[in-house]
């Protein structure tokens, strides 16, 4: 299995001392993780992990349920701690320790189970958080009134939505999601990392992030896809990272390998 | 992000702006956890000026005396439930404000005594009983932070962290002082600022009117307040966004705590003595208020509205009672019932709306 791995990346490149399973970056990723291990006692959640997202790409990573797509996703967002390994950002050594420093190398993430509170309207929950205050703390509800229309008339045309005030416990699963990700969308700056974020979405709003997600790659920003719909991760992405049981099972980049060749990884290990 | 694309909702917003009033206030009470209760506020207050207007001799709820008697009141139990109230929209509990309360009174008048700040002594001093107010306000922020730390360290519910802590501290109490009264009688200005009378209007319920336009605008224009709703409200939403919840929750307890404190050392001004045991049961009528006027068990859910409004419907209630000459023990039985009533009436408009 190994062996074939390497075959698909650009061998040129890898160092002689390091095996590296599967494509090597081309130039300084915007993020890079080296070996990262997570662990809950004995069990191994994420096992020797190499994954990197390099400047304007779209990668979609994939893997069958519990193969660890979500804890490496919530690692580089700041909410896990890798229990070894590094993490590089732009080249350099980083931590990811809290949401503040993931914020700070420019990641947002969408979250599988959405990160909203119910009970908050939908405004507030935008900027959770990040509320546009001014020096002694003081929200500006009216500035995040206006700027909340703005969001949600932009990255995905919600169905239904049209009162920012609106409580999210009155939406529908797909709205929620909408929301999110629009959330996110407006905050991101270099890298955004989304966890299944079509689950609920129509096909219509699925569309209609997907395009999103390609058009944010021609303005330089990189995405993470996350997603059990491989004809959707075919669509958008440049390069597919199988994982499973918390290792990196096979990695090619969309023109070295066919969508039969991911399906068979992702069943098959 | 064009304009066009959000037009369709500035022109939602600007309709949603534009209804009429009476539909405006239609929403407002289906949509406010604190609608229901505003509505049975006005209810209630109307009934009774009908009754009192129609029954003078019998029912003398519109007398002055009444008016002075009940606003009186309601400001210790008011400000308590505040501190509670934000504490429960934040999503934890505090069983010991009670028990803080009697305790940090106590603390507070014997501070002032001992520094010479009895009116009656030979030259009573003006700054001691400051001195006794502010010592009981950080301590009681302390056992806030003390309580937080304890429930948030080890990861246990505030339910029991605070449950030992309301025994503790009434045990502390009676240790501390004993089971005899502390006298209170603070001298010049406090005795005014606290304790003085414009008409009907007591000092204290322009305190409580005071803490309370502050908790609102915290809970409603800080953007604290929006941590408190968001870490009551889902916990692991407000760490994946970046709040930290613990330093959140740490505040919400500190305030619980100094408002326990401020309630308990503003009734004893009005009393002029406290017993010890004076506060033991008012967490739960803390808690009773913040239900009824609409702060969910769950957190997440609450406005200072209906505190407010929460805390006048059980003194209203009870002031009529009193009225009626009914025993004391029906006063519990119809809080009881208002509890139950007032939560059955904010679920029902939830599951009506959704």
């Not at chain 1, 994982?243 to 096979?250: A, D, E, L, N, P």
């Not at chain 2, 005396?65 to 934040?90: E, H």
């Not at chain 2, 007591?202 to 953007?223: K, P």
């Amino acid at each position: 299995m190994p062996e074939q791995l390497k075959q698909l990346g650009s061998t040129e490149h890898v160092p002689v001392d390091e095996p590296i399973i599967g494509v090597v970056p081309q130039g300084t990723p915007l993020l890079e993780l080296r070996s990262v291990c997570k662990r809950y006692g004995s069990f191994a959640a994420l096992d020797n992990v190499n994954f990197f997202i390099g400047k304007s790409e779209v990668v979609g990573l994939l893997g069958d349920n519990g193969a660890g797509k979500s804890t490496l996703v919530r690692m580089m967002s700041g909410i896990n701690r890798p229990t070894s390994g590094g993490i590089f950002v732009d080249g350099k050594a980083a931590t990811l320790n809290s949401r503040t420093e993931s914020e700070a190398a420019g990641i947002e993430t969408i979250y599988q189970d959405i990160a909203l509170v119910d009970s908050m309207s939908i405004t507030r929950n935008i900027f959770m958080g990040r509320e546009l205050a001014n020096r002694f703390g003081f929200m500006d509800h009216k500035r995040m009134e206006e700027e909340a229309i703005e969001i949600l008339g932009g990255a995905v045309q919600i169905s239904g939505i049209d009162n920012p005030r609106k409580e999210v416990g009155f939406l529908s699963g797909g709205q929620k999601q909408a929301v999110a990700i629009a959330r996110a969308v407006y905050f991101k700056r270099n890298i955004l990392l989304l966890d299944e974020p079509t689950s609920a979405l129509s096909v219509r709003e699925t569309e209609h992030l997907l395009g999103y997600v390609r058009d944010l790659k021609k303005e330089g920003t990189s995405s993470v896809l996350v997603t059990h719909n491989l004809y959707h991760a075919f669509m958008v992405c440049d390069r597919f990272v199988v994982m499973s049981h918390g290792t990196k099972v096979f990695e090619a980049a969309k023109q070295d390998t066919t969508i039969e060749e991911v399906t068979d990884h992702v069943i098959r290990t | 992000m064009s304009l066009s694309q959000s037009d369709h909702i500035r022109k939602a917003v600007a309709v949603y702006e534009a209804r009429p009033f009476a539909t405006k206030i239609a929403d407002w009470i289906r949509d406010r956890p604190e609608g229901g209760i505003a509505v049975m506020f006005v209810f209630v207050q109307l009934a009774c000026i009908i009754a009192g207007l129609l029954f003078p001799e019998s029912f003398r709820y519109l007398l002055q005396a009444n008016i002075t008697v009940t606003l009186k009141s309601i400001a210790p139990l008011g400000l308590m439930a505040l501190g509670v109230g934000v504490l429960m929209i934040a999503g934890e509990y505090d069983l010991s404000v009670g028990a803080q309360y009697s305790f940090l009174s106590i603390v507070a008048a014997s501070i002032c005594n001992s520094l010479g700040g009895d009116i009656q002594a030979d030259h009573p001093s003006a700054l001691a009983p400051f001195i006794g107010l502010f010592a009981a306000l950080g301590i009681g922020a302390l056992i806030g932070c003390m309580n937080a730390a304890i429930t948030l360290k080890f990861n246990i519910p505030s339910f029991i962290t605070t449950l030992g802590a309301m025994l503790l501290w009434k045990g502390a109490t009676l240790l501390y002082h004993g089971t005899t009264s502390q006298r209170f009688k603070p001298s010049e200005p406090f005795a005014t600022i606290f304790g003085g009378e414009l008409s009907v209007i007591h000092a204290s319920i322009i305190w409580f009117a005071i803490f309370a336009v502050l908790f609102y605008f915290l809970l409603q224009h800080h953007r604290l307040g929006n941590h408190f709703y968001a870490v009551g409200g889902n916990r692991s939403a407000a760490i994946a966004i970046g709040i930290n919840p613990n330093r959140t929750k740490t505040i919400a307890f500190a305030l619980a705590g100094f408002m326990a404190a401020f309630s308990g050392v503003v009734a004893a001004t009005r009393v002029g003595s406290i017993q010890p045991g004076g506060g033991l049961g008012m967490e739960l009528q803390a808690i009773a208020a913040c239900v009824i006027g609409g702060v969910a068990l769950t957190g997440g859910r609450g406005s200072i509205l209906g505190i407010v409004l929460g805390t006048a419907l059980v003194f209203t209630i009870q002031d009529v009672l009193l009225l009626l000459r009914a025993p004391g023990f029906y006063f519990d039985m119809f809080v009881g019932v208002l509890i139950v009533i007032a939560v059955i009436m904010n679920t029902a408009v939830r599951r009506t709306k959704s």
